[in-house]
């Protein structure tokens, strides 16, 4: 009896391709997993960024309360570290910073009345974009940096979780 050589390299053909598609599968199930963590990772640090903001915009700035905010969002980037790129850490920090930054102008006594218009209108439509051009320096320097460090986090995050490949 002849060995049947043609259905056992049948066989293993057809093995080594159900075996080679298991591990793609396996692989692709961990990876969707992973991406699937890193996008709510971001999110959440989005999230805790924004509260930020959203507290600065305000104007009732109080540094106990801002650094409350700021150790949240900390917390939220130590958390997800795993998901969460160095860049974009380095990224959120200096948002905060400029966010601080902000805060500390929005709250000084006695702030001149071409900034309290701004300070109104960042506070009711979030937008700091139309600054008067009588506005000193150290108004205008702080919100522009904001705006640019904002608009870093957003470009990036939306890179890392895809939002770019829609």
């Given at each position: 009896?002849?060995?049947?050589?043609?259905?056992?390299?049948?066989?293993?053909?057809?093995?080594?391709?159900?075996?080679?598609?298991?591990?793609?599968?396996?692989?692709?199930?961990?990876?969707?997993?992973y991406l699937q963590d890193r996008t709510a990772a971001y999110k959440e640090v989005w999230d805790a960024l924004e509260e930020i903001n959203l507290y600065v915009r305000r104007g009732q700035f109080d540094k106990e309360r801002f650094d409350a905010l700021v150790r949240e969002a900390n917390t939220r980037i130590i958390k997800h570290g795993?998901?969460?790129?160095?860049?974009?850490?380095?990224?959120?920090?200096?948002?905060?910073?400029?966010?601080?930054?902000?805060?500390?102008?929005?709250?000084?006594?006695?702030?001149?009345?071409?900034?309290?218009?701004?300070?109104?209108?960042?506070?009711?439509?979030?937008?700091?974009?139309?600054?008067?051009?009588?506005?000193?320096?150290?108004?205008?320097?702080?919100?522009?940096?904001?705006?640019?460090?904002?608009?870093?986090?957003?470009?990036?995050?939306?890179?890392?979780?895809?939002?770019?490949?829609?």
């Amino acid at each position: 009896m002849p060995f049947p050589l043609a259905e056992t390299l049948g066989l293993t053909g057809t093995l080594a391709v159900a075996a080679l598609g298991y591990w793609q599968w396996r692989r692709t199930q961990r990876s969707g997993s992973y991406l699937q963590d890193r996008t709510a990772a971001y999110k959440e640090v989005w999230d805790a960024l924004e509260e930020i903001n959203l507290y600065v915009r305000r104007g009732q700035f109080d540094k106990e309360r801002f650094d409350a905010l700021v150790r949240e969002a900390n917390t939220r980037i130590i958390k997800h570290g795993l998901h969460v790129a160095e860049k974009d850490r380095d990224l959120a920090a200096a948002y905060m910073r400029a966010l601080e930054a902000v805060g500390e102008v929005l709250s000084q006594p006695g702030v001149d009345v071409a900034f309290k218009q701004v300070q109104d209108d960042m506070a009711v439509t979030a937008s700091g974009k139309l600054l008067p051009t009588g506005m000193a320096d150290v108004y205008r320097d702080a919100i522009q940096e904001m705006e640019r460090s904002r608009k870093r986090v957003i470009d990036s995050f939306r890179r890392m979780i895809g939002a770019g490949q829609i």
